[in-house]
């Protein structure tokens, strides 16, 4: 069928090779059963996960990789730096003893990157771009950049049940950038930092930049993979950006002091300061990085207090989670918001501002339910849901090519290791809808529009030849 020829040249059936899933099930056996020392297991889980990652991140967006490599950095490598390196800051600082804490989370995680990597797929961004033309793309861009100015104002004025809707709506800019990069506009690269930024204006002016690194990083992967790399420089790449996220973090606090004090700071002063100042080596500046990678503490926090002072929740807060993403909170007035502040007070028995947000995790989430055993077969069933539900989008992309673009609209909250399950089925809905409403009214009446045609450039029929032409 020419379905199933498409796929099988533009949609590879796994994200992970066999031999490394096999590498993270005999890690997750010997991490249970603790025959091998968690430093050691939890810096293999890294390799083997960064592996698949650099093999697939020139091929196409590789979201499940990086979801795995975030998941294994937050509740394995930045625990064990706590743990054996003594980087504690404040009351950041892991609740239960090591033995306990990677009996629980070393198979877990492994398991949630198996399932993940093994059941999603990979897209092979090239191929598929090159069987469409681009001529709509500039146009298409300038809409979604209009529409998200246009959400973003409305959002303010909107209740929060549909506020958040109304955000959803305002993060097109994002795929409208993803469509001035692949356009073939002269000022194409002009184009796409220019619908990103508000993202920088908005995280200088907060202090916030939790969403400026998440989204740069995803949106560079479409850069990335638009050709063939060498491992050098995609390692090179990696570094840098790591280097990048380790400069914002070592800044961060003194930032927003300054912006709370009132002062207007510079960020490449701040960066300047650091520098001329050596902080980056500093025993406290490390030990706050480290802190800020590190969501480890929180899920030992729920750990010591869970069952011995608050109960299992035998799967409550995931009910709770589905039954806020699929019901309107005009239907039902008790529904549940984001923020995290109740369950982190519940199950970790600590106290936090009601301005605060900080979850449990996933993974914390897992454990609280279900105990050990059973947070870590719910962390394999989570990893293959959310696996499926990407494959599912992938084939979808098979047909419709540029509905590549709009992928991290559905999944940029699921990739976070450290965001409640309430808004991971959140994102995945809402974000769902908004993009099979968006993406498919673009097509079947803006692109008309645009071109004077009926709108069938991104038909799979217009790929069989270009298929035919590279089998061939």
């Not at 004025?157 to 549909?162: A, D, I, K």
Request: charged share 15%; proline share 4%; glycine share 8%.
């Amino acid at each position: 069928m020419p379905q199933a020829l498409a796929a099988s040249y533009l949609l590879q059936p796994r994200g992970i090779e066999t031999g490394s899933a096999f590498a993270l099930i005999c890690l997750a056996a010997l991490g249970y059963f603790q025959l091998i020392h968690p430093a050691m297991a939890s810096m293999a889980v890294l390799v083997l996960v960064m592996a698949e990652f650099v093999r697939r991140m020139d091929r196409g967006i590789p979201l499940l990789q990086i979801t795995a490599a975030i998941a294994t950095l937050q509740w394995l490598i930045g625990p064990t730096l706590t743990y054996y390196l003594g980087l504690v800051h404040g009351r950041y600082f892991m609740y239960v003893p090591d033995s306990v804490y990677f009996h629980y989370t070393l198979p877990a995680t492994c398991a949630y990157c198996v399932c993940v990597l093994g059941f999603g797929g990979s897209l092979d961004q090239r191929r598929l771009l090159g069987f469409v033309s681009r001529d709509h793309y500039f146009g298409v861009g300038l809409l979604l950049v209009a529409v998200s100015f246009a959400s973003q104002f409305a959002a303010g004025f909107m209740p929060s049940g549909l506020a958040f809707l109304f955000h959803l709506c305002s993060q097109v800019r994002y795929v409208g950038a993803l469509y001035f990069l692949f356009s073939n506009h002269r000022a194409r690269y002009v184009l796409a930092v220019a619908a990103c930024a508000p993202l920088f204006f908005a995280s200088a002016e907060s202090g916030m930049f939790h969403d400026l690194i998440l989204w740069l990083a995803m949106l560079s992967t479409f850069w990335i993979a638009r050709r063939k790399w060498n491992l050098l420089p995609k390692l090179l790449f990696i570094m840098i950006g790591g280097l990048f996220v380790f400069t914002i973090q070592v800044i961060k606090q003194d930032y927003r002091v300054k912006l709370d004090a009132g002062k207007d700071p510079s960020l490449v002063g701040q960066v300047i300061g650091a520098i001329s100042q050596k902080r980056f080596l500093e025993d406290d500046v490390l030990s706050l990085a480290t802190a800020r990678l590190n969501q480890g503490w929180i899920i030992s926090a729920t750990m010591l207090n869970v069952p011995y002072r608050e109960p299992f929740a035998g799967g409550e807060t995931i009910k709770t989670a589905v039954l806020a993403a699929f019901m309107p909170r005009l239907l039902f007035e008790n529904k549940k918001g984001a923020g995290g502040q109740e369950n982190f007070r519940r199950f970790t028995g600590l106290p936090i501002q009601q301005e605060t947000s900080m979850g449990i995790s996933p993974l914390g989430e897992a454990y609280v339910n279900y105990g050990v055993e059973g947070g870590i077969a719910f962390m394999a069933v989570f990893g293959i849901c959310f696996s499926l539900l990407y494959r599912f989008v992938a084939t979808k992309v098979v047909r419709h090519p540029d509905l590549i673009f709009w992928i991290p609209l559905i999944f940029y909250q699921g990739i976070k290791a450290e965001t409640e399950m309430i808004v991971v089925v959140n994102q995945l809905v809402k974000g769902s809808v908004i993009v099979l409403v968006g993406y498919f009214t673009i097509k079947r009446i803006f692109i008309p529009l645009l071109s004077g045609r009926d709108g069938r450039s991104m038909r799979f029929g217009t790929v069989m030849p270009a298929l035919r032409r590279y089998q061939s």
